[in-house]
């Protein structure tokens, strides 16, 4: 059976910074006579199943989705906690309305103008105002061109302090 291995480097990272929790484990069980019956048994789940309940598990916390990967016979996992913290927003000078539609951003995943002026009603020039200055802060990214098909999704602050090997 694959076993996950996170190192900590005992050091305890700001609230505000986007940390990975990185764990490792084996692509492929490592006794696989043993792993089938523990899974037929429901002790275990098979390998690879446990993605997309990590995937939702994440997005209902409003957190973001979590990224995996091969890396040779490993599978690494990797969970961001939540950089958004309301005192880095507060430093940033985040509004009422742009923290509305973060929070909108954190449940849904995106938002569009749209969206952003029903929720917190404004008008289109004060939407584009508002989640412009979001983009020049780094906490959105706007996705697709200009007109109907554009919206924002959350950026990802860069790892500042690594804690955890990769």
């Known amino acids: 059976m694959g076993r996950q291995k996170a190192k900590n480097l005992n050091t305890t990272p700001s609230a ?10 084996r692509t492929k069980p490592r006794l696989p006579r043993i792993a089938d019956p523990l ?9 690879g199943t446990g993605t997309l309940e990590m995937i939702d598990q994440c997005l209902t916390q409003g957190l973001p989705e979590p990224v995996f990967r091969e890396q040779g016979d490993q599978f690494v996992l990797t969970l961001w906690r939540d950089w958004l913290t309301p005192d880095l927003l507060a430093r940033l000078n985040v509004s009422s309305r742009q923290s509305a539609g973060l929070a ?16 917190v009603g404004v008008g289109e020039r004060t939407a584009l105002r508002d989640l412009g200055e979001l983009v020049s802060k780094g906490i959105l990214e706007r996705v697709g061109g200009t007109g ?19």
């Open 16 to 25: 505000d910074s986007a940390v990975p929790i990185v764990c490792r484990c």
């Open 148 to 166: 109907r098909g554009a919206y924002y999704v959350l950026g990802r602050k860069p790892v500042t302090h690594q804690t955890n090997t990769p």
């Open 39 to 47: 899974f037929l048994a429901h002790y275990i789940e098979k390998a």
């Open 104 to 119: 909108h951003v954190k449940v849904r995943g995106r938002i569009t103008n749209r969206e952003y002026q029903d929720l």
